[in-house]
């Protein structure tokens, strides 16, 4: 479904209803592994060992996932996971920047999920966020990374979505 948006784009914008995310999440990770086995899920939605379990009940075994966890080490110390980094909180963008940047580079043709956006909403404000996005597209896009941003259907009117509009290759609904 999303193979040939992937294929001949860098970064996408995927609008999904609340009701469907799970299977389009499931149809993104598909349509991202036929482009490369390596990926890098940021995650503002769920902590690491619950997407790990998830994703290994979807069938996901073939695939190399390195995740950035962003919720865990708020709440309590993260456990020892050679395939996760651990940031302090879904505020910090400077240290998720720095996670993405170390994956990348040492992942081989990694491509990014960034599940949600409509999460990261609730801890900045779009302002920040845009120009932590438009950081983070750059790099990627110098680097020849793939990158896909997850967002809910309800949260396309605000400010952070529209500015976004400006930077991805496509929107898909």
């Known amino acids: 479904m999303y ?3 992937i294929g001949e784009n860098s970064v ?4 999904i209803s609340e009701e469907s995310y799970q299977k389009r999440k499931a149809d993104i990770i598909k349509a991202l592994t036929s482009n490369s086995k390596n990926i890098c899920y940021v995650s503002f939605t769920k902590p690491y060992q619950t997407l790990r379990n998830e994703l290994k009940s979807a069938g996901f075994e073939g695939v190399s996932f390195f995740f950035i966890d962003t919720l865990t080490m708020s709440v309590q110390s993260p456990p020892k996971a050679d395939d996760c980094i651990f940031v302090q909180a879904p505020n910090s963008l400077v240290d998720i920047s720095v996670a993405i940047s170390k ?3 040492r992942e081989a043709k990694a491509n990014i999920l960034i599940d949600s956006l409509s999460s990261l909403l609730v801890y900045q404000d779009s ?5 932590f996005l ?3 597209i750059n790099k990627m896009r110098i680097q020849n990374v793939k990158i896909v941003f997850l967002v809910f ?3 396309i009117s605000s ?3 529209k500015d976004l509009y400006m930077f991805v290759d496509k929107v898909l609904e």
């Open 3 to 5: 193979e040939k948006e």
């Open 103 to 105: 994956v990348i580079s």
């Open 134 to 136: 438009h950081n983070i």
């Open 127 to 131: 302002h920040t966020l845009i120009k």
């Open 159 to 161: 400010e952070l979505i």
């Open 153 to 155: 259907r309800k949260d």
């Open 12 to 15: 996408l914008l995927c609008i």
